[in-house]
């Protein structure tokens, strides 16, 4: 059974940062595209960034607009976990935010219905 588990979620101030990190586990996720969605109450799941492993040490990755420059996406395949550096926080960043794990998706990864398993959320929030 496939688990994805997130941490590092809290309170910070604008223009502070955090770093999330998923943990997955139940299967090998090294050929799946991960990804970080957001969701802020009232609003729709929206993409954030998305990562995919070519193999040896190339990854591609996909940033939402309103997020690049700011947040950098990671993997490490060795350890299942995939990681979210979140910097120069905003309070529109403010938000419940999932890991995801696609078995097949698309580019540019970023509909919430490509991806098979979705973590249970940590709450992010920036304080003006």
């Known amino acids: 059974q496939v688990q994805l588990v997130e941490s590092g979620g809290g309170l910070v101030q604008a223009g502070g940062s955090l770093r999330l990190s998923c943990a997955a586990s139940?299967?090998?996720?090294?050929?799946?595209?991960m990804g970080w969605f957001r969701q802020a109450p009232g609003k729709e799941r929206e993409f954030v960034a998305a990562?995919?492993?070519?193999?040896?040490?190339?990854?591609?990755?996909y940033y939402a607009d309103s997020v690049k420059g700011r947040f950098t996406i990671s993997r490490d395949n060795a350890k299942n976990t995939m990681y979210l550096q979140m910097n120069r926080l905003k309070p529109e960043d403010t938000a419940v935010y999932y890991c995801?794990?696609?078995?097949?998706?698309?580019?540019?990864?970023?509909?919430?219905?490509?991806?098979?398993?979705w973590g249970q959320g940590t709450q992010v929030t920036v304080s003006s």
């Open positions: 995801a794990e696609a078995e097949r998706a698309s580019n540019p990864y970023r509909a919430p219905y490509e991806y098979d398993y």
């Open positions: 139940g299967r090998s996720f090294s050929g799946d595209v």
């Open positions: 990562i995919r492993w070519s193999g040896g040490s190339v990854f591609y990755t």
